[in-house]
Structure formats: structure tokens, C-alpha cells
């Protein structure tokens, strides 16, 4: 009974029908992994020489980049000694403490081109590469466009808040760095749940029940403008969090939404102060080359804000991916109606009427 009510996003009465502290490597503090930073994993000469004989190949094999690297496949990009550390890699992200750091890719001596292939390449070893907006990117850039007001923070300089992005694994590749900010910062969500189960246990009724959050506008077919999901998602003995304070409150300016209960404000401010306490989140300044891999189930994201560089080509920029593994976890079936299905290498994105995929080498 208390398993399905929790599958169901039903709130609870007694402590024994919430799930247990959850155990394990998923569960981490940010000053102990800063100590210990076995989390950076940098590639060798060798890996990174395999790397580029694959750009090569791919390259070779493109006549439209653009419309063509979105069918680029596992097998497009053979890397037979670095694959088998790639799958670790992604074990580590599924199963582990939900992160890593990949360094030293030489993207300072590539063009446009052989950026974009390389990304792509490496994220064909990981999962299905998923839609990020409604324009349908599969690679994404990560920059500021000049817009405060854009509706997507990705394309500002603001801070982002610590949150989840709509599929099951999101990767970065750094390519430019900004004058000043713009750092990283992780924390668990596993985390949030067992400090928030010691702390105020009466506030995990209303983390495990749905709540709207706003689409920003790309709203796929049939459905609203807004998703109703909750933060906690108890489903095969596994937590699952999804999260966007800025886009749950948004949510509240549309219509049939109603406004906060007292104790649904009460636990997000819980949950956010949880995330920005220093004890519990992980800062970390990315390099040119670094690639992040997080795990959004097991871990919330966020970036600071920054002061970006006055000549165009030293912008802070990144290259992101939307992934989707074959071998994730379970999923509730809430969860279809913001990842569209709960099949395993074939959920999450943004896809709504006139989609077309693309892989823009650039956007401005």
C-alpha cells in the first residue's frame, strides 16, 4: 500500500511509509569529495590520439554536419581501448556517486567542427542523444546571448539555481571560460532527502506529491503549459528527484495553477536552503576541455553567475548534451508526462509541433 501510494505521488501520514535514509555512494557531501577529487578522471595521450582518429573518420564521412550528426551513431565513432572506460565512466554517473569529470580533451587546437563531432562522438558511448528545446538542438551551447529575459537562464549570464534537467544524463564540454564566475556547483539530492527526513519529516508529504511546473513556453502536443511531477519519486526501490524552483514558481501565473499552500512554500525554501548550504553542495571551476557528466535523478546542477570577456571569441561558452542511456534506471510512469516515455534509452527532451533535429555547430 505505501509503495504504490508513494509511485502514485500520494502524501503520507507515518514516517514508516516514506522510503528509508537512502545509503550509498549517491550520498555525499561537497567539502568530502572537494578533499578527496577522485571524481576528475584526465584522459592519456593515447586516449585522446584514438579520440582524434574518430573525429577524423566521422568528419570524412559528413557532408551536411549540421543535419548529419544527428544520426551519428556508437558504431560512427569506434573507440576499442577508451569505450570500455567510457561505460565505467557512465556506471559511475548511474549507479555511483552520480558525477564526473573528464579533462584534458584538446579543444584549443580544434575547429568548430571537429568540437562538435568529438562531443557527439563521445556522447554516442553514453546514450541517445535527446532534443533540448523547441528549436530541436542535440548539441546545445550553453552562453549568453544578450538576453536577460530569455526565457531559458542557459542563455544568460545569471545564476541558474540548483536544478534537474529533463533527461537522464546531461553533459558539458567546456570550450571557453568566463572573466570571472561561472563556476559548477553540484549537490545530492539523495543528500537533500536524508537531511530533510532528519530535519522536518512533516514537510516530506509535500516533496513526494505532484506539483506544476512551468514548460517556458515549449509545450509539446496535447499537453499543458505546465508538468506536474513530484520532487521526490519513490519507484523500484530507487529516489529520483526532478526540480526547478524559478519554473515551479513561474508555474503559479498560469491559469488553473493554484498559489502555494503555507508548508509546500515552507518545504521548497527547505530544499533550496539545504541545496545552497557550503557543508552539502560542490563547487568546481571548469577548464577548456572539461567534460561533466551528472546523473539528474541522484544530483541537482547549478551555475554561478558571471562577468564574461568583451572580445567575442574568448566568451564563456559550452557544449551540452541531453542523454539518454539504455541502461538507466526505472522510472514511474508520472514521469511520461514531461520525458514524453519511461523507456529506458528512448525518454526525456523537448519536443513539441515542427521539431526538427539539428546539431548547430554554433549559436548566436
Given at each position: 500500500m505505501a509503495a504504490a501510494a508513494i509511485d502514485q505521488g500520494m502524501p503520507?501520514?507515518?514516517?514508516s511509509e516514506y522510503p528509508p535514509e537512502i545509503q550509498g555512494p549517491s550520498v555525499w557531501y561537497g567539502p568530502d569529495l572537494d578533499a578527496r577529487r577522485d571524481w576528475i578522471e584526465a584522459l592519456s595521450d593515447a586516449e585522446i590520439a584514438e579520440i582524434e582518429r574518430a573525429i577524423h573518420g566521422a568528419i570524412e564521412r559528413l557532408e551536411n554536419p549540421e543535419?548529419?550528426?544527428?544520426?551519428?551513431?556508437?558504431?560512427?565513432?569506434?573507440?576499442?581501448t577508451l569505450a570500455p572506460r567510457l561505460e565505467r565512466i557512465l556506471d559511475e554517473v548511474l549507479t555511483g556517486r552520480g558525477f564526473v569529470l573528464i579533462r584534458r580533451l584538446p579543444v584549443e587546437r580544434w575547429f568548430k567542427l571537429q568540437r562538435a563531432v568529438a562531443f557527439c562522438g563521445l556522447g554516442t558511448h553514453w546514450g541517445n542523444l535527446r532534443s533540448q528545446n523547441a528549436e530541436g538542438h542535440l548539441l546545445g551551447h550553453v552562453k549568453d546571448l544578450g538576453d536577460a529575459d530569455a526565457p531559458r537562464l542557459y542563455k544568460t549570464s545569471k545564476r541558474q539555481?540548483?536544478?534537474?534537467?529533463?533527461?537522464?544524463v546531461v553533459g558539458l564540454l567546456c570550450l571557453n571560460t568566463a572573466k570571472e564566475g561561472g563556476l559548477s556547483s553540484l549537490v545530492s539530492s539523495m543528500t537533500l532527502f536524508n537531511?530533510?527526513?532528519?530535519?522536518?519529516?512533516?514537510?516530506?508529504?509535500?516533496?513526494?506529491?505532484?506539483i506544476e511546473t512551468d514548460r517556458r513556453g515549449e509545450v509539446p502536443e496535447g499537453q499543458k503549459p505546465y508538468f506536474r511531477i513530484p520532487v521526490?519519486?519513490?519507484?523500484g526501490g530507487l529516489?529520483?528527484?526532478?526540480y526547478q524552483r524559478k519554473y515551479i514558481d513561474e508555474a503559479r501565473k498560469l491559469p488553473g495553477v493554484p498559489p502555494y499552500t503555507r508548508q509546500q512554500e515552507e518545504a521548497l525554501d527547505l530544499f533550496d536552503n539545504l541545496a545552497n548550504d557550503p557543508a552539502l553542495h560542490l563547487r568546481m571551476e571548469f577548464q577548456p576541455g572539461d567534460v561533466q557528466l551528472v546523473h539528474?535523478?541522484?544530483?541537482?546542477?547549478?551555475r554561478t553567475s558571471f562577468m564574461d570577456w568583451p572580445e567575442t571569441e574568448r566568451r564563456r561558452h559550452l557544449?551540452?548534451?541531453?542523454?539518454?542511456p539504455p541502461r538507466a534506471r526505472p522510472l514511474p510512469e508520472v514521469f511520461v508526462e514531461r520525458y514524453g516515455s519511461i523507456t529506458p534509452g528512448d525518454r526525456g527532451g523537448v519536443v513539441v509541433r515542427g521539431t526538427r533535429l539539428v546539431a548547430p555547430l554554433d549559436v548566436t
Open positions: 503520507f501520514m507515518d514516517m543535419r548529419e550528426l544527428v544520426s551519428l551513431r556508437q558504431q560512427d565513432f569506434p573507440l576499442p539555481g540548483y536544478h534537474t534537467d529533463s533527461c537522464d537531511e530533510i527526513r532528519r530535519r522536518r519529516p512533516d514537510l516530506l508529504a509535500c516533496l513526494f506529491s505532484p521526490f519519486n519513490w519507484h529516489l529520483s528527484a526532478i539528474n535523478h541522484t544530483i541537482l546542477h547549478d557544449l551540452r548534451l541531453w542523454l539518454a
